[in-house]
């Protein structure tokens, strides 16, 4: 079956500097991978994806990610902070092999980004 | 741009009573899911729908779930008889095709309180 850990509950960062959330994941075959974001009240939003190609995938923003088959992970980066990207950001991943349209998602990494 | 919509945004009912959670998915897109968060938990995987009929379902989805497209606009979920664990928000969601590189798109959700 298949899952997905972020391993932090919380990220402070400073706006202007960089930032990282971190995800890993685990399925059986090769994965989709998805980060959303979602604000107070409101739904999920769709970030970025992978599907295949080149690891390192952009997405709105300015948030990118990075495909690391070998470390099984997908961390989401910026590399400059906004205080207005602080929100509950969500990994999710789709089994290819299983043939199911569902996503797993991870339990959520909240940003708080400082002035 | 298209959205997903629900409605109500907050519902309250009384333990063992019907509730019918409605969606209207973006209007090209041919797959439609329910997911829930509990307060502070993970978003779950509920259903998915395609083509008139469940195409996936986890175990959370038992019987007291039900789903429908009654009309070409409408998705709706409905819960027979609601226990106070069923309190959460719901999630409708969308995406245009059934291969599985495609995004989900998200409602803002539905607060369900049992009481």
């Known amino acids: 079956a298949q899952s997905v850990a972020q391993p932090e509950d919380q990220v402070n960062v400073a706006e202007g500097n960089p930032l990282t959330v971190k995800c890993t994941y685990s399925?059986?075959?090769?994965?989709?991978l998805f980060w959303y974001v979602q604000y107070p009240n409101r739904g999920l939003q769709f970030l970025l994806k992978?599907?295949?190609?080149?690891?390192l995938v952009k997405g709105s923003y300015g948030f990118e990610a990075e495909f690391n088959k070998s470390q099984t992970s997908f961390h989401l980066k910026k590399p400059s902070a906004l205080v207005s990207d602080s929100a509950l950001y969500f990994c999710?991943?789709?089994?290819?092999?299983?043939?199911?349209?569902?996503?797993?998602f991870g339990t959520g990494t909240r940003l708080l980004v400082s002035p | 741009e298209p959205e997903v919509t629900q409605t109500p945004s907050h519902q309250v009912t009384q333990m063992g009573q019907e509730v019918i959670l409605r969606c209207v998915p973006i209007?090209?897109?041919?797959?439609f899911y329910w997911y829930r968060q509990i307060l502070g938990q993970k978003v779950e995987f509920l259903v998915s729908?395609?083509?008139?009929?469940?195409?996936?379902k986890s175990e959370i989805f038992d019987d007291q779930f039900s789903v429908e497209r009654p009309d070409g606009s409408n998705f709706t979920l409905k819960i027979r008889s609601t226990k106070l664990e069923d309190s959460a928000m719901y999630f409708c969601?969308?995406?245009?095709?059934?291969?599985?590189?495609?995004?989900?798109?998200f409602g803002p959700g539905t607060r369900l309180t049992v009481t």
């Open positions: 969601a969308s995406s245009e095709w059934e291969q599985g590189a495609d995004e989900q798109y």
């Open positions: 399925v059986s075959g090769n994965p989709y």
């Open positions: 992978y599907i295949t190609g080149d690891n």
């Open positions: 999710a991943v789709r089994d290819i092999l299983s043939g199911f349209q569902k996503l797993v």
């Open positions: 209007s090209n897109h041919l797959y």
């Open positions: 729908f395609y083509n008139n009929e469940i195409s996936e």
